[in-house]
């Protein structure tokens, strides 16, 4: 999954900027699978911090005291469809927005997507303001990281020193510190 010459390679572990190339199509399957499997994590997540048994009503009242694996499902596998449909939604508007613009790859094609993408997550309230308050807010995110470009970091070199430099075998000290142990012989093999 990582490092490979294909279409879809991730690249390597540590390199934060890979970008998933290929078909519109595969690009949003790619896209709703992850949101599928973010989404089945949070309903486990959900299920799995709340505090009375997960049931569904039964038909003549009471309470249950073990929790039904339908309503467990349930709650698992909402977040997974909505999740999946949001990421899916944005992709697949993105790709459109790029094929209807000759493979134009700007910041509207992030505005529009994630208009799309928020409308999704807004539906989950299912009122009308909410739909427009949330595509309108997610569009603009997405299309101010887009225009924030790549490159999140404005050192490269000293990010990946810290990413992957390594400690040298012998300590070497400033010349600040090897003036005080002049002053304080007392204390130089501190």
């Not at 010459?5 to 790619?30: A, C, E, I, Q, W």
């Not at 039904?68 to 949001?86: C, E, H, K, N, V």
């Not at 990421?87 to 000759?102: K, L, P, Q, V, Y």
């Not at 308050?133 to 404005?154: E, N, P, R, Y």
Request: with cysteine.
């Amino acid at each position: 999954m990582g490092g490979g010459d294909d279409d879809l390679s991730l690249g390597t572990f540590n390199d934060p900027k890979h970008v998933v190339h290929g078909p519109g199509l595969t690009r949003t399957m790619y896209s709703a699978v992850t949101g599928a499997f973010l989404g089945t994590f949070y309903g486990a997540c959900l299920a799995a911090w709340y505090p009375d048994p997960v049931s569904t009503p039964k038909k003549f009242g009471g309470a249950s005291i073990n929790s039904d694996a339908r309503a467990i499902g349930r709650t698992m596998l909402r977040p997974a469809m909505w999740f999946s449909l949001a990421a899916g939604t944005f992709t697949a508007t993105e790709c459109a927005m790029e094929a209807f613009r000759n493979e134009t790859k700007d910041a509207w094609n992030s505005l529009v997507a994630g208009m799309a993408g928020g409308s999704v997550i807004g539906l989950t309230t299912g009122k009308p303001q909410i739909v427009a308050a949330t595509a309108i807010g997610m569009g603009l995110f997405m299309a101010a990281l887009d225009m924030s470009g790549a490159k999140t970091v404005s050192d490269e070199d000293a990010l990946e020193y810290k990413r992957n430099g390594l400690l040298p075998m012998v300590h070497k000290e400033s010349d600040a510190l090897a003036a005080l142990k002049e002053l304080y012989p007392k204390f130089k093999d501190l």
